[in-house]
């Protein structure tokens, strides 16, 4: 079975440009969540989808948005991009909301 | 608000040693554990979970934890660690209820090095 698939793996931006993330859940999962990683720290809640409605959102600037398509993919979209948005992004899947989360590889976002 | 503190950031260990990584966390509410592993360039794989019952959880390569309710802890454990263990261990919570339901927040992290 496939997992979590994100795309792409590793990206390369400038300030001030826009960038869409994408992942794919595991079949049958309804609930996907992205997470920022910046270099030596945890990762941090930015979004929650299930069902295809926003059901929770973490402290980021609203210059951070994403959506959920029907088949459940998500794109995590972000404008006007920062040297401090460098940072690997994460995606989880997960069969309902509260059970157990399943991460993506990630994708590396680099803003130069 | 949920908060995870790892009390440390590095913890080198012989290879065959025990180890045990820590993580204390806060909450108002009651919650569900986990701790995470990340090898390089790599995302996040679970090696346990606690979500109720017996507070001695054992997981995936050989780790286990203790919950404990009255010292909010959820230390983990491996009582012989090989140089493959070598890796950044993140400790999670997550509300087992409510408007932030299924949403985790994780400590700092702790990169265990195991030297042979």
């Known amino acids: 079975d496939a997992g979590v698939t994100q795309s792409p793996t590793h990206l390369i931006k400038t300030r001030g440009q826009q960038v869409t993330l994408r992942c794919s859940p595991i079949?049958?999962?309804?609930?996907v969540s992205w997470y920022q990683q910046v270099l030596g720290q945890g990762p941090q809640f930015i979004f929650q989808?299930?069902?295809?409605?926003?059901?929770g959102r973490g402290n980021f600037p609203d210059r951070f948005s994403a959506r959920q398509f029907p088949n459940y993919s998500s794109e995590l979209n972000v404008n006007a991009l920062l040297l401090g948005d460098s940072a690997l992004y994460l995606c989880?899947?997960?069969?309902?909301?509260?059970?157990?989360?399943?991460f993506g590889q990630g994708t590396r976002l680099t803003v130069v | 608000a949920q908060s995870v503190t790892q009390l440390d950031s590095q913890v080198p260990v012989f290879e065959e040693a025990p180890v045990e990584l820590r993580c204390n966390y806060s909450?108002?509410?009651?919650?569900?554990l986990f701790w995470y592993v990340q090898y390089p360039n790599q995302g996040l794989q679970l090696l346990l979970k606690?979500?109720?019952?017996?507070?001695l959880v054992k997981g995936i390569n050989g780790f286990e934890a203790e919950f404990n309710k009255s010292q909010t802890s959820f230390h983990l454990r491996k009582p012989s660690v090989h140089i493959s263990d070598t890796a950044e261990y993140f400790c999670?919570?997550?509300?087992?209820?409510?408007?932030?339901?299924?949403?985790?927040?994780f400590g700092r992290g702790t990169q265990l090095t195991v030297w042979p």
């Open positions: 989880a899947s997960s069969e309902q909301r509260g059970t157990e989360a399943f």
């Open positions: 079949s049958g999962h309804k609930s």
């Open positions: 989808y299930y069902e295809k409605e926003e059901r």
């Open positions: 909450s108002s509410v009651s919650v569900y």
């Open positions: 606690y979500l109720s019952g017996s507070t």
């Open positions: 999670a919570v997550s509300e087992n209820r409510g408007s932030t339901l299924g949403r985790l927040y």
